[in-house]
């Protein structure tokens, strides 16, 4: 009996596990959907901006100052394009790690659980063996009894 409810004790702990690990993922998930929706933006507003300038620069001449501070902004967002990129990469990665480790906490709570099933159908087994001793031993004895 103690087995089984250690084994028990330990499928819980599984379980709060794996329900902790859930939420993490689900977590990490909205951060990575966010983040993908901050890199869109950085892009878009490179795009736009990309499109003012060109759309500009063929209506009427532009001095340097004013074309310096337009691929000034387009340097600047292209290196928030590229570090968005790396936080999106790096959360990308975090979420395939937790989706490994809840299908491993997954794995060791089947096997938990097949053990813990196993323990009770051998209890069982042994309960059935023992009751069928004690019902032979009674036809038996009666069967003995009634002879004599």
């Known amino acids: 009996m103690t087995k089984k409810k250690t084994l028990t004790k330990v499928i819980e702990l599984k379980e709060f596990k794996q329900e902790q690990i859930e939420s993490e993922l689900k977590h990490t998930y909205d951060v990575l959907n966010m983040e993908k929706e901050k890199l869109e933006?950085?892009?878009r507003m490179f795009k736009k901006t990309d499109s003012k300038l060109n759309s500009f620069r063929s209506r009427?001449?532009?001095?340097?100052?004013?074309?310096?501070?337009?691929?000034?902004?387009?340097?600047f967002l292209n290196r928030k394009i590229e570090e968005q990129k790396s936080v999106v990469f790096r959360v990308a990665a975090e979420l395939e790690l937790k989706k490994a480790e809840?299908?491993?906490?997954y794995k060791e709570r089947r096997v938990v659980e097949k053990l813990r099933d196993k323990i009770l159908n051998?209890?069982?087994?042994?309960?059935?063996?023992?009751?069928?001793?004690?019902?032979?031993?009674?036809?038996?004895?009666?069967?003995?009894?009634?002879?004599?």
């Open 41 to 43: 933006h950085l892009e």
């Open 102 to 105: 809840i299908f491993e906490v």
């Open 60 to 75: 009427e001449p532009m001095n340097v100052s004013e074309i310096s501070i337009y691929y000034d902004y387009l340097t």
């Open 122 to 148: 051998d209890e069982n087994r042994h309960l059935l063996q023992a009751e069928q001793k004690e019902a032979d031993y009674n036809f038996i004895s009666r069967s003995l009894r009634n002879k004599c």
